[in-house]
Nanobody
Framework: QVELVESGGGLVQPGGSLRLSCEAS????????IGWFRQAPGQEREFVGS????????YYLDSVKGRFTISRDNAKNTVYLQMNSLNPDDTAVYYC????????????????WGQGTQVTVSS
């Protein structure tokens, strides 16, 4: 069974940074795009960003462009979401997902999901 495990979430002050990790087990991420999504309380899950299979291509939600960066280390079967200049609007549970062969923004494009990691931005 495919397992994705996110880690790295926590409480951070506005303007701070966090790096989330998404590690896959029993599934090789090498040939798949990875998507990061987030869901704030009472809101729908939204696309944050995606990275192609070889890391050459990325795509981001407008509100995180220039602040968030997705990278991947296929040798470690792990994908990262570096988040800088965090603000309270970034508070959410963050999920990684895979199973899409290409970068995709739609939830339905991804077959496998992690359990999520909480990110809270507050002073």
């Amino acid at each position: 069974q495919v397992e994705l495990v996110e880690s790295g979430g926590g409480l951070v002050q506005p303007g701070g940074s966090l790096r989330l990790s998404c590690e896959a087990s029993r599934f090789a991420l090498d040939y798949y795009a990875i998507g990061w999504f987030r869901q704030a309380p009472g809101q729908e899950r939204e696309f944050v960003g995606s990275i192609g299979w070889n890391g050459a291509n990325t795509y981001y939600l407008d509100s995180v462009k220039g602040r968030f960066t997705i990278s991947r280390d296929n040798a470690k079967n792990t994908v990262y979401l570096q988040m800088n200049s965090l603000n309270p609007d970034d508070t959410a549970v963050y999920y990684c997902a895979t199973g899409s062969l290409t970068i995709a923004t739609q939830i339905d494009s991804y077959a496998y999901w992690g359990q999520g990691t909480q990110v809270t931005v507050s002073s």
